[in-house]
Structures are given as structure tokens and as C-alpha cells.
């Protein structure tokens, strides 16, 4: 289940923050100007000498005034807070779902967050409304399925609205950025960090009835002191449940399913994998089984699966290309740097090993201002082949704001190529090319703010009038009920099958 699936990263988070040691709760630094203005002029230092995309979304003047505009509010002295804001807006502006910055290195980050005081319910954003999926209080009246309403006097909406300017995600797409607070503890964190760390919580619910409810909350408000309360209240049986099944779920992130009367397939992929050679052997290996399988039993009708898959490794993506495609198609059309100098080269977090010494062996002399990246080095790059098992029949796939990266890449060279049917929400990636995780690790001299920057741009082996700054369209939209997501696979998964019943 989308939203649900989430949750248990709030139990490994709470792990996580129990061993930490203890810090001040909040940071009381404040920084003067000079400070600020070195930190800010660093930061944009790397992103206009090495992000390759900074201009793709926002044309050079429009980003150089905006950058201009955020570095005049360093005029005077501010909290450390206040200034993450300025650095967040920057990052954000970007327009890069590879690029972003953190108030402290890991797990010093842990450490602060183990003293927050945070919003005491688990949220989840559905059309434009927000619903409690884990109350994390002793309170056994608010439940699982009421809106929230206001907090802090303050409404839910506005809120998330507000936080969307410090949410980095690909080009102008809304969809991730409601995925990204969505998620586990996301909103809660994002509130403390942007909006207010209060001592309390004065918040209205509405139950499905239609029943208001206003509850103050002053006691156990930290991670550790809600985990108990998370653990016993009752309103929370009906999801520890569903968390622990789904755990069991996620153990294997490569599943198909066949229905019984094989009629359809349906291939979930919670991810693309890592990029380890392992890991891409394991994935061929279990796509091989996968399409000797639907071939083997005839299937007719297979639905894809990409609304919880956030990515990974583009060869593994093009490897499932190849088995959806009847002629050899490209995947990625090129992928390119504009800076190679050691200076920011020895900085890129998950580099091989031999870049720095080897440069040629990865990329070709520089064109346009660009380093291609050499074809044989990337699994990506070369042309894809049909597989013999590839699979002839009708295709279907539900998409997300949560489809990013490598997921999102996959979908639009499909629909590009006209494959198949897409059913759901825009993807969180853009439908034309984008950034890639391989970037410069940075941290700000006087604040300590960590960034990761984009360093490696992807051009898509798309085609097509579309807007270069949206991601992969549905051709049926669908947004289901807070409801309807409580009823989990099932509920989307009947939707497609009676579409591609109703489109044989």
C-alpha cells in the first residue's frame, strides 16, 4: 500500500535516534553576516561551475536574480534556522531531485532530532487534505482515517503549501513534493525545521462523521518519549499490523504475481537496485525468470507496477526496457559533465575508484562544453536489444509522485516509445532528462550545512511535445480516497484490470 508501506520507516528512525547521545534540543547559533555570505557563495560556487542542470528549468538571468535575491537577505545577523532556510531555498530553486542540503552531518542530525519536539501524529497528504495514519499519543479518540485540520491554529494545507519552496524535486512537479511530505516522518521534521518548534500542540481533527474534535498536546511529544505511545495505543492496531505484513513484503523488492486465472501479471518493483554489479547480475536474473514465466503461461496482460519505486540504477531500468521494446531502441541518450577538474572530482560521493587517475577511460574529450560519458562505462548507455522472452501483450502502469528517478526514467522512454498505458499521477521525474545521484558532497565552512549537488546530467532517449519540466503524464489519471488507500493493492490493481478488460 503507497502511504502505508511508509510507516516502518518511523520504527527504524526511532531505532536509530534511541542509540544517539544526547544534544541540545535546538540549535541556538546565530551567524553574521560575513559568515552567511561565505556559506551561501560557496554553495553557489559549486552549483554554477558543476551542475550541469542548473539552467534547465530556469533560465540563467531568472536563476542568477533569484540566487542574487536570497544572498541580500544575508544582510544581517541570523539563527542558524533561519539561514538552513535561505539554503534550503537555494537547493530547492534547483529544480533537481538530486540536489540538497542538511541542517548537520549524519548522525549528528540523529542526534538533535532525538530532543525535537515534533508533531505527534504520523500524516498523510490525499487530494489536497491531511489524514492521521499513526497517532504516536496516549490518546485513544483520534484514529486512523481523521483529517486534520489545523494545527497550531494554523491550516494542514497552507502548511504543506508553505513547505513546498524547501522540498527538492525534479523541474515543476507538485506530485513529489506531496509524496515527499507523505512519507514517514517527513512532514513532522519538515514542520520543526521551517515552520515553528513550539512546546505543545493545539490540533483540530474531523472524524469521517463528520465530528470535530480539538485535543492539546503537551507530554511525550520527542521520538523517544511517543514511541511507547505508539507502540500501545489501540487506534494504532489496525497499522502495526499492516506494517508488519508489509515488512515481510518489502523483504523481496522484485515480485510478480500472477492472477489465478491468468488472465494478467502484475510486476511490482519497489526499486531499481543499487548499481553494485551484484546487484544488476541478481535483477537480470530475476527479470529473465520473470518474462520466461508470463511466456511460459501465456499471459496476456501485464501491469507494471512503479508508485512505490523511488529509483536506482538506470542499467537495471534499461535492462527491463529491453524486454518491453520490438526493435533496438536507445535508453538514455547521453549522459555528460561540465566540469572535470580535480578540484571537484575528488569530492563526488560514489565515483569508480579509478576516475580521478583515468579520466579518458570514462569520458570522451570535451564538446559544447560538455564531458560525455563514454557508452561501454555505463550499462544505460549502449543500445537495448529486444530479449527473445520479451513480452507481446497489453501493458499497463501505475505511476506516482513517488516514481522518480531511474523509475521515472523508465516510464517516460516507454511512453515515448508508445508502450503501453499509464494509469495513476504524474511521475516525480521529468519526462525529457534529469540529474543523477552522482554528485559533490559539500559542507558549508561556518554553518556545518551539509549539500549534495548534482554533478551528471542524463539526457533520455525521448522524443515528443511535452512540457520539459513535467514528468510522465497518466493517460488515466487516478487519485484514490483516503479510503480507498486503506484497502491497499487490491483497489488500485482491480481499476487497471477493468481498464485493460473495457480496452482489449
Not at 533560465?59 to 544581517?76: E, G, H, V
Not at 549522459?335 to 575508484?353: F, Q, R, S, V
Not at 487516478?478 to 487497471?496: A, N, Q
Request: charged residues 20%; proline residues 5%; positive net charge.
Amino acid at each position: 500500500m503507497a502511504h502505508i508501506r511508509l510507516i516502518s520507516i518511523v520504527f527504524i528512525c526511532s531505532i536509530l535516534i534511541f542509540r544517539a547521545s544526547a544534544q541540545d534540543a535546538y540549535d541556538s547559533r546565530v551567524f553574521t553576516p560575513v559568515q552567511m555570505q561565505q556559506d551561501f557563495d560557496q554553495l553557489r560556487q559549486v552549483l554554477e561551475e558543476t551542475h550541469p542542470g542548473l539552467y534547465k528549468y530556469t533560465d540563467k538571468p531568472t536563476m542568477q536574480y533569484k540566487m542574487d535575491s536570497l544572498r541580500s537577505l544575508l544582510n544581517q545577523p541570523l539563527s542558524f534556522y533561519r539561514f538552513y532556510q535561505i539554503i534550503a531555498t537555494l537547493t530547492a530553486d534547483v529544480k533537481c531531485e538530486h540536489t540538497s542540503c542538511e541542517m548537520y552531518p549524519r548522525p549528528g542530525f540523529n542526534k538533535h532530532l532525538q530532543q525535537w519536539k515534533v508533531i505527534p501524529f504520523i500524516i498523510t497528504f490525499v487530494q489536497g487534505k491531511a489524514y492521521v495514519v499513526v497517532n504516536r499519543t496516549a490518546d485513544t479518540t483520534i484514529h486512523l482515517g481523521d483529517e486534520v485540520c489545523l494545527i497550531n491554529h494554523q491550516r494542514v494545507d497552507s502548511l504543506e503549501r508553505a513547505l513546498y519552496q524547501y522540498v527538492p524535486t525534479e523541474g515543476n512537479i507538485i506530485t513529489s513534493k506531496d509524496a515527499f511530505l507523505s512519507s514517514g516522518v517527513n512532514f513532522n521534521f519538515w514542520y520543526a525545521m521551517f515552520i515553528s518548534r513550539p512546546d505543545s500542540f493545539d490540533m483540530v481533527f474531523k472524524s469521517p462523521d463528520g465530528k470535530m474534535k480539538e485535543r492539546i498536546f503537551t507530554d511525550s511529544l520527542t521520538f523517544k518519549g511517543s514511541y511507547a505511545n505508539t507502540i500501545n495505543n489501540p487506534a494504532n492496531k489496525w497499522i502495526l499490523k499492516k506494517v508488519k505484513e508489509n515488512q515481510r513484503q518489502q523483504a523481496d523488492p522484485w515480485r510478480l504475481k500472477i492472477s489465478p486465472d491468468k488472465q494478467y501479471a502484475v510486476l511490482n518493483l519497489d526499486g531499481f537496485g543499487n548499481g553494485f554489479q551484484k546487484d544488476q547480475k541478481k535483477m537480470a536474473e530475476k527479470f529473465a525468470d520473470f518474462f520466461a514465466e508470463l511466456k511460459r503461461k501465456k499471459i496476456p496482460r501485464l501491469i507494471i507496477n512503479l508508485a512505490n519505486n523511488p529509483g536506482g540504477d538506470e542499467a537495471n531500468a534499461a535492462e527491463l526496457f529491453s524486454y518491453l521494446i520490438s526493435e533496438p531502441k536507445y535508453f538514455i541518450k547521453d549522459e555528460y559533465l561540465i566540469n572535470i577538474d580535480d578540484t571537484w572530482m575528488k569530492k563526488i560521493g560514489g565515483a569508480p575508484a579509478d576516475f580521478l587517475t583515468n579520466k579518458n577511460k570514462y569520458l570522451y574529450p570535451v564538446r559544447d562544453g560538455k564531458y560525455y560519458v563514454k557508452e561501454e562505462t555505463q550499462g544505460e548507455l549502449p543500445i537495448c536489444e529486444p530479449k527473445a522472452n520479451r513480452f507481446t501483450g497489453q501493458v499497463y502502469f501505475f505511476i506516482s509522485g513517488k516514481t522518480a528517478s531511474a523509475a521515472s526514467t523508465f516510464a517516460a522512454v516507454c511512453q515515448s516509445n508508445h508502450i503501453g498505458k499509464f494509469v495513476g499521477q504524474e511521475t516525480g521525474g521529468t519526462y525529457f532528462g534529469g540529474g543523477s545521484s552522482a554528485g559533490i558532497n559539500s559542507t558549508l565552512t561556518n554553518s556545518g550545512i551539509t549539500a549534495h549537488t548534482s554533478i551528471n546530467y542524463c539526457d533520455f532517449a525521448t522524443t515528443g511535445n511535452h512540457d520539459p519540466g513535467r514528468g510522465v503524464m497518466p493517460d488515466y489519471p487516478y487519485k484514490p480516497s483516503f479510503t480507498k488507500l486503506l484497502g491497499g493493492d487490491k483497489v488500485w490493481e482491480d481499476y487497471i484490470v477493468k481498464l485493460m478488460v473495457n480496452n482489449n
